[in-house]
Nanobody, 120 residues
Framework: QVHVVESGGGLVQAGGSLRLSCAVS????????VGWYRQGPGKERELVTELTAVGGTNYAESVQGRFTISKDSAKNTFYLQMNSLKPEDTAVYYC??????????????WGQGTQVTITS
């Protein structure tokens, strides 16, 4: 079984920072991509940032310059550093792990989410 666990959320004032962690454990053949998503109240889930299999990154325009995705390969842990937080960043943040099955079948693993609340 593959387990994905996010942590690091909390209550922060606008302008503050948080670092979210995404720990991956269990038997997994490969991690071909990692994404951080968020879903604010009454909103659709949206992609915040992603890390590709070759180390490239993409960021939503709303967070570019403020958020950074990174990894610790030895620990199978991925991070989302969030700086200059704004109230509109308030959401549940989810970690998505893209993997493959036995015959190139794509498999997605999701964590339970961690709440980030930014106050004015």
């Amino acid at each position: 079984q593959v387990h994905v666990v996010e942590s690091g959320g909390g209550l922060v004032q606008a302008g503050g920072s948080l670092r979210l962690s995404c720990a991956v454990s269990g038997t997994i053949f490969s991690i071909n991509g990692v994404g951080w998503y968020r879903q604010g109240p009454g909103k659709e889930r949206e992609l915040v940032t992603e890390l590709t299999a070759v180390g490239g990154t993409n960021y939503a325009e709303s967070v570019q310059g403020r958020f950074t995705i990174s990894k610790d390969s030895a620990k199978n842990t991925f991070y989302l550093q969030m700086n200059s937080l704004k109230p509109e960043d308030t959401a549940v943040y989810y970690c998505n792990i893209k993997s493959r099955g036995s015959n190139w079948t794509p498999i997605d693993y999701w964590g339970q989410g961690t709440q980030v609340t930014i106050t004015s």
